[in-house]
C-alpha cells in the first residue's frame, strides 16, 4: 500500500462546452471546479458563442482560475480570429488560444508567442 499518495498531484482534464442558453450554469460549474483544489487542465468550448460572451467566459475564468490555483491551465477553443484577436491582446498567462480554420478542423494554437497548427488541412 503507497502511503506517499496525495490527490492534489492527480491532473484532471475537464472539458466544458459552453452555448448562449445556459452560459451562467456553465461559468457556475467551472468554478465549482476550480474551488476543488485539484490540479486540472480545462477546456471550453466556446465555439458556439458570440464575440463578446466567449471574451467574458475566457477573460473571467483565467482570471478567476489564476487566483484560485497557478498550476491548473486553460484551454478556449474559439470560433473565429475575431474572437482571437480581442482576446490574445490580455496575455492571459494560464490560457492557451485555438482557433477554428475550416470544416476540416485545423486549428491554429497560440500560447505566449508560440504558434501551431493541428489537424488536417484536406
Do not use: W
Not at 472539458?15 to 490540479?39: H, P, V
Not at 482557433?99 to 485545423?106: A, F, I, P
Amino acid at each position: 500500500m503507497n502511503t506517499n499518495f496525495n490527490p492534489q498531484k492527480i491532473m484532471r482534464k475537464i472539458k466544458i462546452d459552453f452555448n448562449c442558453k445556459d452560459l451562467d450554469r456553465k461559468m457556475q460549474s467551472a468554478r465549482k471546479y476550480f474551488n476543488t483544489g485539484f490540479s486540472a487542465d480545462f477546456e471550453f468550448d466556446l465555439t458556439r458563442l458570440n464575440l463578446i460572451d466567449a471574451s467574458k467566459v475566457a477573460l473571467q475564468l483565467s482570471a478567476e482560475l489564476m487566483h484560485k490555483n497557478t498550476k491548473s491551465k486553460i484551454n478556449c477553443l474559439l470560433k473565429d480570429i475575431e474572437t482571437f484577436e480581442i482576446i490574445k491582446p490580455r496575455k492571459l498567462k494560464n490560457t492557451f488560444l485555438s482557433v477554428t480554420l475550416n470544416e476540416n478542423k485545423v486549428r491554429d494554437i497560440y500560447h505566449k508567442n508560440i504558434q501551431i497548427k493541428t489537424g488536417s488541412g484536406t
